[in-house]
């Protein structure tokens, strides 16, 4: 059962990934890597966010937990192309560049995994307040 | 179409083999460093870039 929705949020996550690299490849040719920067910095805020939102209550919950995880943001996020546009960019004397790319991608990766941790805990805490005031 | 379609083939086997890797590695690991991402980047690196330059897509 894991491996179906392994299986369907990794099509899913390579997919998105592929339309948005090429969305940002036809309307903003640029030679900084800006879809891969934005593809791992808004997939490391989801990561944390819906890793820390989502209880593993039910089992059904964890298999969507596990296919929007390991699945989806899996290959929705990518640290090879990272690794390898850095490594392009070193060869082709654009050290400051790299250098810049390398900074954002890690930086603002763990900033957005922090966003991603800490905005899943408020709204899980309001959420749960919310259900006693109901009750 | 079709090229969504392989990426879409190619996001389910890596999404897979990624699962099954992981998976193993955690179960066999000692030390509490997650060496399995670790291991999966480095291995992704490396075939990403080889791929790319060595062209095997040239061949079919």
């Known amino acids: 059962m894991e491996y179906i929705f392994v299986g369907a949020g990794g099509i899913l996550g390579a997919i998105v990934r592929y339309l948005i690299t090429v969305y940002f490849t036809t309307h903003n040719p640029m030679s ?27 089992r059904l919950i964890f298999y969507v937990k596990l296919g ?52 899943a805990d408020k709204i899980f805490n309001l959420i749960k307040k919310m259900g006693e005031n109901y009750e | ?31 509490d460093i997650p060496i399995e991402t670790f291991f999966i980047n480095i291995i992704g690196a490396f075939f990403f870039k080889f791929i790319i330059k060595s062209k095997i897509q040239n061949l079919f």
């Open chain 1, 68 to 119: 929007v995880t390991t699945g989806f943001i899996g290959a929705f996020t990518t640290f090879s192309t990272f690794s390898m546009e850095t490594i392009n960019m070193i060869l082709n004397g654009k050290i400051f560049n790299a250098f810049l790319y390398i900074f954002l991608s890690i930086a603002g990766g763990l900033f957005m995994s922090y966003a991603g941790f800490y905005s």
């Open chain 1, 32 to 58: 900084f890597p800006i879809e891969t920067l934005a593809i791992n910095i808004l997939g490391s805020f989801l990561l944390t966010f819906i890793t820390n939102i989502l209880i593993d209550e039910y």
């Open chain 2, 1 to 31: 179409m079709n090229n969504i379609i392989l990426v879409g083939f190619g996001g389910f086997a890596g999404a897979l083999l990624r699962y099954e890797l992981s998976k193993n590695i955690k179960e066999k690991r000692t030390i």
